[in-house]
């Protein structure tokens, strides 16, 4: 008979400190980890301002095509981020979590680890795209405070859902060669369902609700009044407070599903 091997909440912490220690200073310590993550906003800020068209944000604007896909790219940005950080973050470490798993170590600190260290990198990428994005592109806020606050959350929980998204489908791959099939559907799903580039009409529709870059969008183009004057999406008139909860709530369902897989995995006999 199996049973999932226990520890103390104790023991659980400090294996989660030293994981994310550990983890860091992979990444900091490592030229072809750290470099491509902290290029990677840059280069989404330098795509999207290919896209961006003065005046996209006056009122009226004066475009309103460049205002509704500026606001997609960046959020659409931040999802692929999250996902490039955390596909293969698992799967390419099967041996050695097998190792130490036999060794002691808890898969649930483990995840833990993995998901706050992504979350912080996550973070610091989100300042670099909306700051960034400040500029070249005049967003006209009404309200500068509120506006900005709300597009950061958009954009960083964007990154945090996704990611989580990434790391769920890490662990239900073997092998890091089989990501990029789902890689390649998560990233489409993004793009076809977040309902700023097409809409659908039900049942089609309903995949927007499992789709964080709509509820990203849909965040960012209701604190920026994009129906204000000129109707684009109705995403724009979603609750931006119901928006967030379910971006959270689709983190959480993906950070559960994660653990209870990797404990399914790794097992330990009496």
């Given at each position: 008979?199996?049973?999932?091997?226990?520890?103390?909440?104790?023991?659980?912490?400090i294996?989660?400190?030293?994981?994310?220690?550990?983890?860091?200073?992979?990444i900091v310590?490592?030229?072809?980890?750290?470099v491509?993550?902290?290029?990677?906003?840059?280069?989404?800020?330098?795509?999207?301002?290919?896209?961006?068209?003065?005046?996209?944000?006056?009122?009226?604007?004066?475009?309103?095509?460049?205002?509704?896909?500026?606001?997609?790219?960046?959020?659409?940005?931040?999802?692929?981020?999250?996902?490039?950080?955390?596909?293969?973050?698992?799967?390419?470490?099967?041996?050695?979590?097998?190792?130490?798993?036999?060794?002691?170590?808890?898969?649930?600190?483990?995840?833990?680890s993995?998901?706050?260290?992504?979350?912080?990198?996550?973070?610091?990428?989100?300042?670099?795209?909306?700051?960034?994005?400040?500029?070249?592109?005049?967003?006209?806020?009404?309200?500068?405070a509120?506006?900005?606050?709300?597009?950061?959350?958009?954009?960083?929980?964007?990154?945090?859902s996704?990611?989580?998204?990434?790391?769920?489908?890490?662990c239900l791959?073997?092998?890091?060669?089989?990501?990029?099939?789902?890689?390649l559907?998560v990233?489409?799903?993004?793009?076809?369902f977040?309902?700023?580039?097409?809409?659908?009409q039900?049942?089609?529709?309903?995949?927007?609700?499992?789709t964080?870059?709509?509820?990203?969008?849909?965040?960012?183009?209701?604190?920026m009044?994009?129906?204000?004057?000129?109707?684009?999406r109705?995403?724009?008139?979603?609750?931006?407070?119901?928006?967030?909860?379910?971006?959270l709530?689709?983190?959480?369902?993906?950070?559960?599903l994660?653990?209870?897989?990797?404990?399914?995995?790794?097992r330990?006999?009496?």
């Amino acid at each position: 008979m199996k049973r999932v091997r226990s520890f103390s909440p104790k023991t659980n912490l400090i294996q989660f400190k030293v994981l994310c220690r550990r983890y860091l200073k992979q990444i900091v310590t490592n030229p072809w980890v750290i470099v491509p993550l902290l290029l990677e906003a840059p280069v989404m800020l330098i795509i999207v301002s290919f896209v961006y068209e003065d005046g996209a944000f006056e009122v009226p604007p004066m475009t309103s095509a460049a205002s509704n896909t500026t606001l997609f790219l960046l959020v659409l940005a931040s999802a692929l981020m999250g996902l490039l950080n955390s596909y293969r973050e698992i799967c390419k470490e099967r041996e050695i979590l097998s190792r130490e798993v036999f060794g002691g170590l808890d898969v649930t600190a483990y995840a833990l680890s993995k998901i706050a260290v992504l979350a912080l990198v996550g973070f610091v990428q989100s300042i670099i795209i909306v700051f960034g994005s400040l500029v070249f592109i005049d967003f006209c806020m009404a309200r500068p405070a509120y506006s900005l606050f709300f597009y950061f959350v958009a954009v960083f929980l964007t990154n945090y859902s996704v990611t989580a998204l990434g790391l769920l489908v890490s662990c239900l791959l073997k092998k890091s060669e089989s990501a990029i099939l789902p890689v390649l559907v998560v990233i489409i799903a993004q793009v076809v369902f977040a309902g700023a580039l097409l809409e659908f009409q039900a049942p089609v529709k309903y995949f927007y609700y499992i789709t964080p870059t709509m509820y990203g969008t849909s965040v960012l183009g209701n604190v920026m009044d994009m129906n204000a004057l000129v109707r684009m999406r109705e995403i724009y008139d979603y609750n931006i407070y119901a928006s967030i909860a379910l971006m959270l709530l689709l983190t959480f369902v993906c950070h559960a599903l994660t653990i209870i897989k990797l404990k399914r995995d790794y097992r330990t006999k009496d």
